[in-house]
Nanobody
Framework: QVQLVESGGGLVQPGGSLRLSCAPS????????MGWYRQAPAKQRELVAS???????RYTDAVKGRFTISRDGAKNPVYLQMNSLKPEDTAVYYC??????????????WGQGTQVTVSS
């Protein structure tokens, strides 16, 4: 089982930056991809960015060129550097980790969520 602890959310003005962190613990050897979803009020949860064990990253079109996901090894946190923030980036951001148990059964673990508010 994998536990995820997020940090780094907050209030920032448009054009500002924030860095989210997601620290894994538990059966971290079983982690494959990690990443972030976000959910704004009255909207569906959407995938923001993900990164594989081999450091291949993907981004939703709305954040390309502004957000960067990084991960320095399986034991270390995954980070989401968010630059040039816009009011439409306001949401609760959830970290996830895709894991494989010893029997080869995949599952997904979630963080508790961290609020990001972009407002002047």
């Amino acid at each position: 089982q994998v536990q995820l602890v997020e940090s780094g959310g907050g209030l920032v003005q448009p054009g500002g930056s924030l860095r989210l962190s997601c620290a894994p613990s538990g059966s971290i050897f079983s982690i494959n991809a990690m990443g972030w979803y976000r959910q704004a009020p009255a909207k569906q949860r959407e995938l923001v960015a993900s990164i594989t064990r081999g450091s291949q990253s993907r981004y939703t079109d709305a954040v390309k060129g502004r957000f960067t996901i990084s991960r320095d090894g399986a034991k270390n946190p995954v980070y989401l550097q968010m630059n040039s923030l816009k009011p439409e980036d306001t949401a609760v951001y959830y970290c996830f980790a895709d894991v494989m148990d010893p029997d080869g059964i995949p599952s997904r673990s979630w963080g508790q969520g961290t609020q990001v508010t972009v407002s002047s």
